[in-house]
């Protein structure tokens, strides 16, 4: 099974500030990569495809990009309703796989 | 818009069965594959089962195959998880997805999600 390491576990920031999560995977994943967004007690939100695609109705203010076997979501300017834990999730090959997530706190 | 509505959760005894169902409504179901995502109280995603967009193929996750089945019925615009022989490690929530399209391998839209909980 490919492995999807995700950094930091926590991460805390300021509303306004910029926030960089990683995601590595194991091996080579041909940019089948996905980015969850979770808030306590929600189902998960798709919030970026293959790597860097931004899917309907997510924010511009959220990009994810890639180098390698590297991933990382990028939010550049914190807001409120942004505090929440973040999932990677590879689709190159089954079974797919989630990283074990970052969750996002008040400074 | 789409909605997902999964159901059949409850609080289960180790060994026993649970069936699952999840209703899909607001889009064209049979053009989209459909999955089975848990998450354990406190922890992260775990895919469980996949069915393809025609029912014609599965796959499950390690720790499910051969306990769990996944089925559609894309008269009804449902799919379900059979899943027996249950232990505390199924404890979860189980949310349906769907599929971005035939079979891409993630997911754009989720249910709300239905708690089951295997204890004695």
């Known amino acids: 099974d490919i492995q999807m390491t995700q950094s930091p576990s926590t991460l805390s920031a300021d509303v306004g500030g910029r926030v960089t999560i990683s995601c590595r995977a194991s091996q080579n994943i041909r940019s089948r990569l996905a980015w969850y967004q979770q808030t306590p007690g929600k189902a998960p939100k798709l919030l970026v495809y293959?790597?860097?695609s931004l899917e309907s109705g997510v924010p511009s203010r959220f990009s994810g990009s890639e180098s390698g076997t590297e991933f990382t979501l990028t939010i550049s300017s914190l807001q409120p309703e942004d505090f929440a834990t973040y999932f990677c999730?590879?689709?190159?090959?089954?079974?797919?796989?989630f990283g074990q997530g970052t969750k996002v706190d008040v400074k | 818009q789409v909605q997902l509505m999964e159901s059949g959760g409850g609080v289960v005894q180790p060994g026993t069965s649970l069936r699952l169902s999840c209703t899909a409504s607001?889009?064209?179901?049979?053009?989209?594959?459909m999955h089975w995502v848990r998450q354990a109280p406190g922890k992260g995603l775990e895919g469980v089962a996949t069915?393809?967009?025609?029912?014609?193929?599965?796959y499950y996750a390690e720790s499910v195959r051969g306990r769990f089945i996944i089925s559609r019925d894309n008269s009804k615009n449902m799919v379900h998880l059979q899943m027996n022989s249950l232990t505390g490690d199924d404890t979860g929530v189980y949310y349906c997805?769907?599929?971005?399209?035939?079979?891409?391998?993630?997911?754009?839209?989720w249910g709300q999600g239905t708690l089951v909980i295997v204890s004695s």
């Open positions: 069915v393809w967009y025609d029912g014609s193929n599965e």
């Open positions: 997805t769907r599929d971005s399209n035939v079979l891409t391998g993630y997911y754009d839209y």
């Open positions: 607001g889009f064209t179901f049979s053009d989209h594959a």
């Open positions: 293959k790597a860097s």
């Open positions: 999730q590879q689709y190159n090959n089954y079974p797919w796989t």
